[in-house]
């Protein structure tokens, strides 16, 4: 008869779990990078300019990914976070867990948990600067809906 021990028996549980979480973690990230440049995609669709996907994983807890968009005003910025939000939710079927800002539309944030996509207004993004707070994270090559 052999002896069963908790001890052993949760440890090869964590192992094996610790095993499935690693050898995921590449497929989880790259959804991670394609639900972002899909956003950024939606974004160009809609004209946004200076269109930026910061990969941050490494440098926040927050968010996998950013997407930067600029709105050049309130009904697109308004408009530009809409069309985000249909084009995630028809290849993706994920709706944002929150939204902020939409009422104003200065700057509007969609938390998709793993990607988190900033629209603001021209102003906004001049004076938050988000480029350079988080200037340290890897830049993800984009191409817009023009082909620029």
Do not use: C
């Not at 050898?23 to 160009?44: F, R």
């Not at 988190?116 to 993800?140: C, D, T």
């Amino acid at each position: 008869m052999t002896e069963y021990s908790p001890i052993n028996s949760q440890s090869q549980s964590v192992s094996r779990a610790s095993s499935a979480v690693k050898s995921g973690q590449a497929e989880v990230d790259n959804s991670g990078k394609e639900l972002a440049l899909t956003a950024a995609q939606a974004a160009s669709e809609r004209k946004a300019g200076d269109i930026v996907v910061l990969r941050v994983t490494d440098v926040s807890y927050m968010a996998d990914y950013f997407v930067i968009a600029t709105g050049y005003s309130h009904v697109q910025v308004r408009a530009i976070a809409s069309a985000i939000a249909d084009k995630v939710e028809q290849e993706w079927q994920r709706q944002p867990i929150r939204t902020e800002g939409k009422a104003d539309a200065s700057w509007v944030l969609q938390d998709y948990g793993d990607v988190i996509v900033h629209i603001m207004m021209a102003k906004e993004r001049e004076f938050y600067n988000l480029e350079a707070f988080w200037g340290h994270a890897e830049q993800i090559e984009f191409t817009t809906a023009d082909g620029a």
